[in-house]
């Protein structure tokens, strides 16, 4: 086998074809522009390809523990190269705004809205048609041609990486077993340390009674916050409200894989749940940094492909989610100190047991 043929790489070389040079009036920095472009298809590929794997094990009745390794893996992986897309933009600055005016208008009306990869990366991760923020007016896949947005289409039909990971912590068995509900020892876990710290703030010889006011109002809000967990009624209506995506059986299980983390049993869940995080905010990381290249190089001016530039970018680094549920589980862990003990045969359930 030769290196060459093997890489393909007599097509590969092929592919950059600047515009500049075809129209007569070569614009140097185009290259880079093209090369920039192109590995980042080629690195949505490889994304694509791993949750290929992911999914393919979270859409099982059952997800083995030893194929949860290999899911976590290609997760990480997954950050990996998002990381790497994120400092490509740093090359990518190294074409001033004037270098990019040079063929700007060639590129017209090409847009990366026309990635159909990056569109189906959004979908199989899990962000929905309904929580994208508007784009002109059209709906985010109009400017696709149409066997790519009816390509896009049928994945949205399909089940997304979040849903699968919702049936998934869904099925936690820890989170009941035999006569422990951690529901119940968590919620009486968490009055005792509100309780705890009332007295604190009251019995406190040093704050006034408005300061005492103003703080024993913050832990009322706080105890409101957790019944959007703990309390059916309360999590229905804010999951009508959009603030919930998981099912609560889902979050509950999702915070015991948060609190019992150092347990064999819960280590390699919580490893998957945090490569989830990192996914989402590396992507979050990415959007803004493109955001602020676009600003860098066009300033306030309209984008190539008709899009109102920066503050569209901007704002769908903040809007364009798929994983906040996880994110917010941080507003319900309690110190390690709080912590309800695991009783004797959950704990043992949760280990590994090495015999002669």
Same mark, same amino acid.
């Given at each position: 086998m030769?290196?060459?043929?093997?890489?393909?790489?007599?097509?590969?070389?092929?592919? *950059?074809?600047? +515009? =500049?040079?075809?129209?007569?009036?070569?614009?140097?920095?185009?290259?880079?522009?093209?090369?920039?472009? *192109?590995?980042?298809?080629?690195?949505?590929?490889?994304?694509?390809?791993?949750?290929?794997?992911?999914?393919?094990?979270?859409?099982?009745?059952?997800?083995?523990?030893?194929?949860?390794?290999?899911?976590?893996?290609?997760?990480?992986?997954i950050?990996?190269?998002?990381?790497?897309?994120?400092?490509?933009?740093?090359?990518?600055?190294?074409m001033?705004?004037?270098?990019?005016?040079?063929?700007?208008?060639?590129l017209?009306?090409?847009s990366?809205?026309?990635? +159909?990869?990056?569109?189906?990366?959004?979908?199989?991760?899990?962000?929905?048609?309904? +929580?994208?923020?508007?784009?002109?007016?059209?709906s985010?896949?109009? =400017?696709?041609?149409?066997?790519?947005?009816?390509?896009?289409?049928?994945?949205?039909?399909?089940?997304?990486?979040?849903?699968?990971?919702?049936?998934?912590?869904?099925?936690?068995?820890?989170?009941?077993?035999?006569?422990f509900?951690?529901?119940?020892?968590?919620a009486?876990?968490?009055?005792?340390?509100?309780?705890?710290?009332?007295?604190?703030?009251?019995?406190?010889?040093h704050?006034?009674?408005?300061?005492?006011?103003?703080?024993?109002?913050?832990l009322?809000? =706080?105890?409101?916050?957790?019944?959007?967990?703990?309390?059916?009624a309360?999590?229905?209506?804010?999951?009508?409200?959009?603030?919930?995506?998981?099912?609560?059986?889902?979050?509950?299980?999702?915070?015991?894989?948060?609190?019992?983390?150092?347990?064999?049993?819960?280590?390699?869940?919580?490893?998957?749940?945090?490569?989830?995080?990192?996914?989402?905010?590396?992507?979050?990381?990415?959007?803004?940094?493109?955001?602020?290249?676009?600003?860098?190089?066009l $300033?306030?001016?309209v984008?190539?492909?008709?899009?109102? $530039?920066?503050?569209?970018?901007?704002?769908?680094?903040?809007?364009?989610?798929?994983?906040?549920?996880?994110?917010?589980?941080?507003?319900?862990?309690?110190?390690?100190?709080?912590?309800?003990?695991?009783?004797?045969?959950?704990?043992?359930?949760?280990?590994?047991?090495?015999?002669a």
């Amino acid at each position: 086998m030769n290196y060459a043929d093997y890489l393909k790489l007599g097509t590969l070389l092929s592919l *950059q074809d600047p +515009e =500049s040079n075809r129209k007569g009036k070569p614009a140097h920095d185009e290259m880079l522009f093209i090369v920039i472009h *192109q590995a980042y298809e080629l690195w949505f590929r490889q994304i694509l390809y791993e949750l290929d794997l992911i999914q393919d094990i979270f859409g099982g009745r059952v997800v083995d523990d030893a194929d949860l390794g290999r899911a976590v893996n290609a997760a990480e992986r997954i950050v990996r190269i998002e990381q790497l897309l994120v400092a490509q933009v740093d090359i990518l600055e190294t074409m001033t705004p004037m270098d990019f005016l040079e063929f700007r208008d060639l590129l017209m009306p090409a847009s990366g809205f026309q990635s +159909e990869q990056f569109r189906l990366l959004e979908i199989r991760l899990g962000l929905k048609r309904e +929580e994208r923020l508007p784009f002109n007016d059209a709906s985010y896949d109009a =400017s696709l041609e149409e066997p790519a947005r009816a390509r896009v289409r049928a994945a949205e039909e399909r089940p997304s990486l979040r849903e699968q990971v919702d049936a998934w912590l869904s099925r936690t068995p820890f989170v009941d077993h035999g006569g422990f509900h951690f529901r119940d020892a968590y919620a009486r876990a968490l009055e005792e340390m509100l309780a705890h710290d009332m007295k604190q703030i009251t019995d406190h010889p040093h704050l006034s009674q408005v300061e005492k006011d103003v703080q024993l109002a913050s832990l009322q809000k =706080s105890r409101a916050m957790f019944d959007g967990l703990l309390d059916d009624a309360r999590y229905e209506e804010l999951r009508a409200q959009g603030t919930w995506t998981f099912s609560r059986r889902a979050l509950q299980a999702a915070l015991f894989l948060f609190l019992y983390r150092d347990e064999p049993a819960a280590s390699a869940a919580f490893r998957m749940l945090k490569a989830l995080m990192d996914i989402d905010e590396t992507m979050a990381l990415w959007r803004l940094r493109h955001a602020l290249m676009v600003s860098r190089m066009l $300033g306030r001016k309209v984008g190539t492909g008709g899009s109102s $530039g920066y503050d569209y970018l901007r704002a769908t680094a903040d809007r364009h989610r798929a994983y906040n549920d996880l994110f917010a589980i941080a507003t319900f862990l309690i110190p390690r100190s709080a912590l309800p003990p695991l009783p004797e045969d959950v704990r043992r359930a949760m280990r590994y047991r090495y015999e002669a």
